[in-house]
């Protein structure tokens, strides 16, 4: 590519709402024939709410929110401010938490006012040697809604759980559809649960879920279809997805995301919002064509 061509595209882009870190990456843009996208704060809003709490016989509602937030202030994850937020709104006060460990991919675990307390996703559960089937069709019929639900562990021993929903963003579904007609294959790639995935992805026209992914999971799926010959560009927006979209052949960063994120990739969508990649690839073909 000419240094000159080069330079309006990045001009262009950067007035599309595109910041186009490289030449490179515009060039391998052309080529990218798969796009895989993180669900939370990529395809959705990213801003979870706390929707329900629903507590194991012989606990309290109000109590199971408490805990769940109290270790949650330890936390610098979306879900941990739904939860937090939630309980503040609903006038429960906080406690302690000591021995705080977040687990990375599956939840949040320590001691609040001296009861050992957890809460994570089912592999957190199972971690911990427990299991929730109490609460099982409670939790998939929660999913099929889309939201995403978390278990309460006390003393070794499932209390509850509790759901949080995260909308779609306004924009997704037109620019998913923009992108599926320019030829994208598109994967959706989320460490939350496949049940929550199929209901978010459903009416999107997403090709494929990866699900229950951890977050270094999601690098190792885009070398594995790299070495099947695909071109993969990653969209994501969170510390998690450094590391995929570094691996990816052209990364995509939120720029609401994080900023590690930004760091690792060759694209950055200003207004956070998938509709950038359409404006990116156009400007990518016209730009190649020129210079050929
Ligand atoms: P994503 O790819 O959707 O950003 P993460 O890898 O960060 O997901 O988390 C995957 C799953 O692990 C979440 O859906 C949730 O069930 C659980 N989890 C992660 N962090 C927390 C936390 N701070 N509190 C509760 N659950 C968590
Ligand atoms: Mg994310």
Redesign the pocket.
């Known amino acids: 590519a000419t240094p000159m061509s080069i330079m309006t595209a990045t001009g262009r882009g950067a007035q599309a709402g595109v910041l186009i870190k490289n030449a490179e990456a515009l060039e391998r843009f052309e080529k990218v024939d798969t796009l895989i996208v993180?669900?939370?704060?990529t395809l959705t809003e990213g801003k979870p709410r706390l929707i329900a709490v629903l507590p194991e016989p012989g606990h309290d509602e109000a109590e199971v929110l408490r805990l769940?937030a109290t270790?949650?202030k330890g936390?610098?994850?979306?879900?941990?401010e739904a939860?937090v937020t939630g309980a503040l709104e609903r006038g429960i006060g906080l406690g302690d938490t000591t021995e705080f460990d977040?687990?990375?991919?599956?939840?949040?675990q320590g001691r609040v006012d001296g009861h050992a307390v957890a809460?994570?996703?089912?592999?957190?559960v199972a971690d911990l040697g427990l299991e929730a089937a109490g609460l099982t069709a409670t939790a998939d019929a929660r999913r099929d809604q889309g939201e995403?639900?978390?278990f309460v562990v006390l003393d070794g021993a499932v209390a509850g759980l509790?759901a949080v929903a995260d909308p779609v963003k306004e924009t997704t579904p037109a620019a998913l559809k923009a992108l599926h007609d320019l030829g994208f294959r598109i994967i959706m790639?989320?460490?939350?649960?496949e049940r929550?995935a199929r209901a978010v992805a459903g009416k999107l026209g997403i090709d494929e879920i990866r699900a229950?992914?951890?977050?270094q999971d999601?690098a190792r799926i885009i070398r594995e279809l790299q070495e099947q010959g695909r071109s993969v560009a990653m969209a994501?927006?969170?510390v998690?997805?450094a590391p995929a979209l570094a691996q990816a052949d052209v990364g995509i960063a939120m720029g609401t995301g994080a900023d590690v994120a930004i760091e690792s990739a060759g694209f950055t969508l200003v207004q956070g919002n998938l509709d950038g990649i359409v404006r990116a690839r156009r400007l990518a073909r016209a730009t190649m064509r020129n210079i050929r």
């Open positions: 993180d669900k939370t704060g769940a270790l949650e936390s610098e994850h979306p879900l941990a939860i977040a687990v990375t991919g599956k939840g949040v809460l994570g996703n089912l592999r957190l995403t639900v978390m509790v790639a989320t460490g939350d649960n929550t229950d992914v951890l977050p999601k994501g927006d969170g998690n997805d």
